[in-house]
């Protein structure tokens, strides 16, 4: 924030977050003044006739004079509480549309340049790449944490075939299946095939190869049994 201010000579820049009912919580805010935060809860429609309408149709908010501009004069008491005269509103969205904005005000009057407005709407370009990936990150943990789930109530355990070291990655539940305690390293190709019931090993080592080929995704789904090493039974890992 302090660096976008420096640059453009602004006093506030903020983001906030609108809910299904079109309530905006201004979530973060930074201030180069003394003036009064605007962090909360916020009816946007009490700024301005139709500016909600005007950001969910993607357009790029550039207010003079908040006192002056149609847009904004019979609000203008309610800027003057935060000490804002000029405002630069950019609507933020995703797949989903318009759900957020970013914007940044002066003390003064203020002619936004196309400058101005082009740097705004590269941080929002910015901004929104930053989300995205921050909900692909999300998405893909809690997908590996429902896997894991699964795989736990089920006792299904997974494992994964390195070709250039000949090693086995075993998942926390593969191992206990296995009988392999935390402290053992992942066990070689050759390791492993000892531990597979004679009857199983030709149907794994055939899944394998195939999953090895070039037409295949690389993935196996195939139960075999294994000799733990301690208890006598066998078990069947998947």
């Not at 790449?129 to 894991?148: F, G, H, S, T, Y």
Request: hydrophobic fraction near 40%.
């Amino acid at each position: 924030g302090e660096s976008l201010g420096s640059t453009l000579e602004i006093q506030r820049i903020g983001h906030g977050r609108f809910d299904a009912q079109g309530l905006l919580t201004i979530e973060s805010e930074w201030l180069k003044s003394s003036a009064r935060s605007s962090r909360g809860f916020h009816q946007i429609d009490k700024y301005g006739e139709g500016l909600f309408e005007r950001l969910t149709q993607g357009e790029l908010i550039a207010v003079e004079d908040v006192c002056s501009d149609p847009r904004t004069a019979a609000a203008a008491q309610r800027y003057a509480d935060y000490n804002v005269r000029s405002i630069l509103i950019a609507p933020l969205g995703d797949d989903l549309g318009f759900n957020a904005l970013l914007y940044i005000s002066s003390e003064q009057p203020r002619q936004w340049s196309p400058e101005d407005i082009a740097l705004v709407r590269e941080v929002v370009e910015r901004t929104q790449a930053a989300d995205e990936r921050a909900k692909a990150r999300n998405a893909l943990l809690e997908a590996e944490q429902r896997v894991k789930l699964a795989n736990s109530i089920a006792a299904v355990g997974v494992w994964e075939y390195t070709i250039s070291r000949n090693q086995l990655h075993f998942d926390s539940q593969a191992r206990m299946i296995a009988e392999l305690s935390p402290e053992q390293l992942d066990p070689t190709v050759e390791d492993f095939l000892v531990a597979v019931h004679v009857e199983d090993r030709s149907a794994l080592v055939q899944a394998v190869a195939q999953a090895l080929s070039a037409r295949s995704t690389g993935e196996i789904s195939l139960d075999f049994r294994v000799h733990p090493r301690v208890r006598s039974e066998e078990r069947r890992v998947g």
